[in-house]
């Protein structure tokens, strides 16, 4: 069964950090492209980051929206089939529930959205709050 499933989310106050997973089940997660996507309630899905997949042009290439940029950053592990969302000086309004997204098709992750994306996890809250 193909599958990714999210964990890391939870509490965590204004300027802290928090580390997301995305684990990859079924599936050789180095050959897809993944994307992190986040929603806020009464908000549209929105793209926080990608990474391009391991192999083809732009390997492993990363891009982010400007509103996390310089404060996050996708990592992967590929021994672990894994992929990381690293977050750091957080802010109230990155409270959202996270997704990890997959898509097979190689290469550069830039100007793909959420339609592209075959697999999705189910989503980890994160709440930033004092």
């Known amino acids: 069964q193909l599958q990714l499933v999210e964990s890391g989310g939870g509490l965590v106050q204004p300027g802290g950090s928090q580390r997301l997973s995305c684990k990859a089940s079924?599936?050789?997660?180095?050959?897809?492209?993944v994307a992190w996507y986040r929603q806020a309630p009464g908000k549209e899905r929105e793209e926080v980051g990608c990474?391009?997949?391991?192999?083809?042009?732009?390997?492993?290439?990363?891009n982010y929206a400007d509103s996390v940029k310089g404060r996050f950053s996708i990592a992967r592990d590929n021994a672990k089939n894994m992929v990381y969302l690293q977050m750091n000086s957080l802010k109230t309004e990155d409270t959202a529930v996270y997704y990890c997204?997959?898509?097979?098709?190689?290469?550069?992750?830039?100007?793909?959205?959420?339609?592209?994306?075959?697999?999705w996890g189910q989503g980890t809250q994160v709440t930033v709050s004092s």
């Open positions: 990474i391009g997949s391991s192999i083809g042009d732009g390997a492993d290439s990363v």
């Open positions: 997204a997959a898509d097979s098709s190689w290469g550069w992750c830039l100007g793909r959205n959420l339609h592209h994306y075959e697999y």
């Open positions: 079924g599936f050789n997660l180095h050959l897809y492209a």
